[in-house]
Every structure is written in structure tokens, then in C-alpha cells.
T-cell receptor, first 112, second 113 residues
Framework: DAGITQSPRHKVTETGTPVTLRCHQT?????MYWYRQDPGHGLRLIHY???????DKGEVSDGYSVSRSKTEDFLLTLESATSSQTSVYFC???????????FGSGTQLSVL | DQQVKQNSPSLSVQEGRISILNCDYT??????FLWYKKYPAEGPTFLIS?????DKNEDGRFTVFLNKSAKHLSLHIVPSQPGDSAVYFC????????????FGTGTRLAVRP
């Protein structure tokens, strides 16, 4: 599993509340990514990080922010959750040769 | 604009037969392609990849074919097994993009015993 832990695994929240999802890795990988998976859309990149305090936007970054203060942790924050952000969120790390991504088990987020 | 397309949302095949999953792309700058497999309630797992300088890569029962002129790749699974039942995503990378992958929408494969 490439030492990736996502927390929480499931969360139900209300519209307008802030939510933070955590991705923790144990193998000191430099690159980390947040994707969301939705029916009919596959996996879409939200934000990614190429090192501590170095982050950049993906294709669906609106409404999300990220932080990486330590190599091992990459946090995804929904400042004010909306129903359109109901999704399964996956964290990934890039390991070694040929840009393979290894994914965590995902967080199922429901915004009511 | 969907740059990586999997036009078949689902596929059903008999155990022991060949499964062929297809993927089309529009961005000619993609230089590396990957297939991922996903079971319910789990994260996607890497299956097989191919560089744009090749037209075929094989790993056991899995073979990926790349046709650059047609901007098309396919994944062949021979023979198919019930444990292959999963959602399959193709993904592609532009070398200068910061190593970001663009994924297709996925194809759900069901292998019937």
C-alpha cells in the first residue's frame, strides 16, 4: 500500500462547514496528489505537492485548499463544503521510476 | 474537455475468454500511458504502463497496445478470470506537466464464471 493512510475513511457533514482530509505517508515521497472520483468523470486532480510548502492546482481546485508543512502529511481542506463536493477522495504518492502513482484507500465524503 | 476517454462504461466477458478495454486520447503531447484497476472501497492500483516510444507492453496475462496515429490504446486480458472483475482506468501523462496524470472515466469489467 506504499505506506499511505487517509483519514477519516468516511465523513458526513453539512453544507457550509469546513472539512479537512488528511493523507499521511511513511516513505518520504516528495510528490503527493489529491484526486476525487465521481461517476462519469473518473479521477480528477484537485491539488498536488512537489515538496514541503510547494503545492499547485489541478483541474478541479475551486473550493479546495491544501497544505504540506511536513513531508509526510498532505492536507486537503474544504473551507465551506457544498453538496457538489460529495465524492470519494483519493490521496496518491509518486514513487520512483516512470511516474507510477500509488493510491490510498480513499475517503468517502458526503455533504448534506 | 475530456482528454482521455473510455467510451465503454461496462464490459462483460466469460471466464477464460479475452477482455479488451479501450481508451482514446486527444492530446498528442501525452508521452506515457498507464492502466489502473480499482476494486470497490479500495484505491486504484497500478496494472501496466507503456511509453509512447513503444507500441506494445506485456506483463503476464495483461498486454497494453498503443496506436499513436489513432490516439488509441487498449488493454487485453487473456485469459480473463473472475478476480479481474473491477473498474479499469486508463491514464496519460504529459512529460512537462509536473508528472500529473489525466484519467479516463473508467470501464467496469465483469468476468462471468
Amino acid at each position: 500500500d506504499a505506506g499511505i493512510t487517509q483519514s477519516p475513511r468516511h465523513k458526513v457533514t453539512e453544507t457550509g462547514t469546513p472539512v479537512t482530509l488528511r493523507c499521511h505517508q511513511t516513505e518520504n515521497h516528495r510528490y503527493m496528489y489529491w484526486y476525487r472520483q465521481d461517476p462519469g468523470h473518473g479521477l480528477r486532480l484537485i491539488h498536488y505537492s512537489y515538496g514541503v510548502k510547494d503545492t499547485d492546482k489541478g483541474e478541479v481546485s475551486d473550493g479546495y485548499s491544501v497544505s504540506r508543512s511536513k513531508t509526510e502529511d498532505f492536507l486537503l481542506t474544504l473551507e465551506s463544503a457544498t453538496s457538489s463536493q460529495t465524492s470519494v477522495y483519493f490521496c496518491a504518492i509518486r514513487s520512483g521510476v516512470n511516474e507510477k502513482l500509488f493510491f490510498g484507500s480513499g475517503t468517502q465524503l458526503s455533504v448534506l | 474537455d475530456q482528454q482521455v476517454k473510455q467510451n465503454s462504461p461496462s464490459l462483460s466477458v466469460q471466464e477464460g475468454r479475452i477482455s479488451i478495454l479501450n481508451c482514446d486520447y486527444t492530446n498528442s503531447m501525452f508521452d506515457y500511458f498507464l492502466w489502473y484497476k480499482k476494486y470497490p472501497a479500495e484505491g486504484p492500483t497500478f496494472l501496466i504502463s507503456i511509453s509512447s516510444i513503444k507500441d506494445k507492453n506485456e506483463d503476464g496475462r495483461f498486454t497494453v497496445f498503443l496506436n499513436k496515429s489513432a490516439k488509441h490504446l487498449s488493454l487485453h486480458i487473456v485469459p480473463s478470470q473472475p478476480g479481474d472483475s473491477a473498474v479499469y482506468f486508463c491514464a496519460a501523462r504529459v512529460k512537462s506537466s509536473g508528472d500529473k496524470l489525466t484519467f479516463g472515466t473508467g470501464t467496469r469489467l465483469a468476468v462471468r464464471p
